[in-house]
């Protein structure tokens, strides 16, 4: 079943065209990858379907369309993101950090939830942290956490939520080889566990390891899209993405 599906997005920001006619879908169970270089329009997609930025284009998740609701609206609907630089809340602990994740503002608001399957109860916060492997963390305080712990809790928030699809902006940015293994297999159990990903890295190693199905953007334009096989031997990505790299590309051993 399709949960995200986008059709030919486009934004322009005062002349740069930051993205065209981008197509991508995220079904059941996906985890779908999202690369490119730097500047190629990854954010700036995450951005413009949560709704953060003006774009063209029809963005539909479990085919309601969302084309034209706020932000918020979108988060309600089931469209979680994270960004790039991780925001916790210091001096709280790991299960209040997932607990306060999502603030209704009226009874009526949060029967709604209720009524969507889309709040953050306890059982939904204890799934979380096991399928992101921070059970044992939870009464520790945001401040003691590694880099690559608070990454994870970043993540098991926005799952806390019950969303439909979660959106990682970079998630692995500033981890070291074996925290992106294991990092890539948390993501990959999130999906197996029914939530629809979409995973956004500059790097490959991770994203093919993990994807099953990956979309390369450069400047603004889908260059390649399919299963990480290949889009790995895919002339136009090896060009144009990674340049006189292309025998740096190797798998970070995380593949499920
Ligand atoms: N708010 C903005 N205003 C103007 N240009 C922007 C803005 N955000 C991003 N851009 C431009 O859009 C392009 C895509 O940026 P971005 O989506 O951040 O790329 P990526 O996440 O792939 O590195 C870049 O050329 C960037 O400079
Ligand atoms: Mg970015």
Same mark, same amino acid.
């Given at each position: 079943?399709? $949960?995200?599906?986008?059709?030919?997005?486009?934004?322009?920001?005062?002349?740069?065209?930051?993205?065209?006619?981008?197509?991508?879908?995220?079904?059941?169970?996906?985890? &779908?990858?999202? *690369?490119?270089?730097?500047?190629?329009?990854?954010?700036?997609?995450?951005?413009?379907?949560?709704?953060?930025?003006?774009?063209?284009?029809? $963005?539909?998740?479990?085919?309601?369309?969302?084309?034209?609701?706020?932000?918020?609206?979108?988060?309600?609907?089931?469209?979680?993101?994270?960004?790039?630089?991780?925001?916790?809340?210091?001096?709280?602990?790991?299960?209040?950090?997932?607990?306060?994740?999502?603030?209704?503002?009226?009874?009526?608001?949060?029967?709604?939830?209720?009524?969507?399957?889309?709040?953050?109860?306890? $059982?939904?916060?204890?799934?979380?942290?096991?399928?992101?492997?921070?059970?044992?963390?939870?009464?520790?305080?945001?401040?003691?956490?590694?880099?690559?712990?608070?990454?994870?809790?970043? $993540?098991?928030?926005?799952?806390?939520?019950?969303?439909?699809?979660?959106?990682?902006?970079?998630?692995?940015?500033?981890?070291?080889?074996?925290?992106?293994?294991?990092?890539?297999?948390?993501?990959?159990?999130?999906?197996?566990?029914?939530?629809?990903?979409?995973? &956004?890295?500059?790097?490959?190693?991770?994203?093919?390891?993990?994807?099953?199905?990956?979309?390369?953007?450069?400047?603004?334009?889908? *260059?390649?899209?399919?299963?990480?096989?290949?889009?790995?031997?895919?002339?136009?990505?090896?060009?144009?993405?990674?340049?006189?790299?292309?025998?740096?590309?190797?798998?970070?051993?995380?593949?499920?």
């Amino acid at each position: 079943m399709t $949960v995200l599906s986008v059709r030919g997005m486009s934004v322009n920001f005062g002349g740069v065209q930051a993205l065209s006619n981008v197509d991508i879908e995220v079904g059941e169970g996906q985890l &779908v990858g999202l *690369i490119g270089p730097n500047g190629a329009g990854k954010t700036t997609f995450i951005d413009a379907i949560s709704g953060f930025v003006r774009c063209r284009g029809r $963005v539909e998740l479990s085919g309601r369309d969302l084309s034209r609701l706020p932000a918020h609206a979108r988060a309600r609907r089931g469209l979680a993101r994270t960004w790039q630089s991780i925001e916790l809340f210091d001096d709280l602990t790991v299960w209040e950090n997932l607990a306060v994740a999502v603030e209704h503002t009226s009874v009526l608001e949060q029967l709604r939830e209720m009524f969507r399957g889309r709040v953050v109860t306890p $059982v939904a916060c204890q799934k979380a942290l096991e399928t992101l492997g921070l059970s044992d963390h939870a009464q520790r305080l945001a401040t003691e956490l590694s880099h690559a712990e608070r990454k994870l809790v970043g $993540v098991a928030r926005a799952l806390a939520a019950q969303p439909r699809l979660i959106c990682l902006d970079e998630p692995a940015a500033g981890l070291d080889t074996t925290q992106r293994a294991d990092l890539g297999r948390r993501l990959r159990a999130m999906a197996d566990g029914g939530t629809a990903t979409l995973l &956004v890295d500059h790097d490959m190693g991770l994203v093919l390891s993990v994807c099953d199905h990956v979309v390369v953007l450069d400047f603004g334009k889908v *260059i390649a899209a399919g299963p990480p096989e290949a889009v790995r031997q895919n002339p136009a990505v090896v060009t144009a993405y990674l340049g006189g790299a292309a025998a740096e590309v190797v798998p970070t051993g995380a593949g499920s």
